[in-house]
């Protein structure tokens, strides 16, 4: 069975700019959640969403926004973006949002 | 407030030997507790977890201990093998709250 797949693996951008980063769950998974990994720290929660709806976001800027779509992948948006988003970006998946969450290989942002 | 903390940045453990990782929380909301162990360049894999219902649970090489009224966790891995080097998080869950909420993790180094 395949994984958690994210998409781009590697992104490098100037601030300012906007990105989208992309999650595709595992087969069978609704429940989709976005954390930010900064060096040195753990990944901190950003967005979850269950069934196309948004079950809970963490404490981050509105510059960060996503959504799920009828497949259950789902789109990580940030906007405006500094220098300071420069982080590995998780996506996690489970079945439900009470499960075990599995986590996919990330995408790096690099903002110059 | 880091409401997970895991005190010890990192850890040498001979191989064969017992690993043994800690990690703390103040939140006694917390009601469901996981590791996650993460090599460079991929995302977090899920390795155990326990209910606070429970004081331990076990999976093969792995077991996770829950001391409630210390607020405190530990996961042992008997015997420690050279593919166990990498960085270990510990995480929270609440009741009915979706997000996870991480250590700052412990990097386990396994000398052969």
């Known amino acids: 069975d395949a994984g958690v797949t994210q998409s781009p693996t590697h992104l490098i951008k100037t601030r300012g700019q906007q990105v989208t980063l992309r999650c595709s769950p595992i087969s069978g998974h609704k429940s989709v959640s976005w954390y930010q990994q900064v060096l040195g720290q753990g990944p901190q929660f950003i967005f979850q969403y269950y069934e196309k709806e948004e079950r809970g976001r963490g404490n981050f800027p509105d510059r960060f926004s996503a959504r799920q779509f009828p497949n259950y992948s789902s789109e990580l948006n940030v906007n405006a973006l500094l220098l300071g988003d420069s982080a590995l970006y998780l996506c996690a998946t489970g079945g439900t949002p009470e499960e075990t969450q599995y986590f996919g290989p990330g995408t790096r942002l690099l903002v110059l | 407030d880091q409401q997970v903390k895991q005190n010890s940045p990192s850890l040498s453990v001979q191989e064969g030997r017992i690993s043994i990782l800690n990690c703390d929380y103040t939140n006694s909301m917390f009601d469901y507790f996981l590791w996650y162990k993460k090599y460079p360049a991929e995302g977090p894999t899920f390795l155990i977890s326990i209910s606070s219902i429970k004081d331990k649970n076990e999976d093969g090489r792995f077991t996770v201990f829950l001391n409630k009224s210390a607020k405190h966790l530990s996961l042992h891995i008997v015997p420690s093998q050279p593919g166990d080097s990498a960085v270990y998080f510990c995480?929270?869950?609440?009741?009915?709250?979706?997000?996870?909420?991480f250590g700052t993790g412990t990097r386990l180094t396994i000398i052969p």
């Open positions: 995480a929270a869950r609440g009741f009915g709250n979706e997000k996870l909420t």
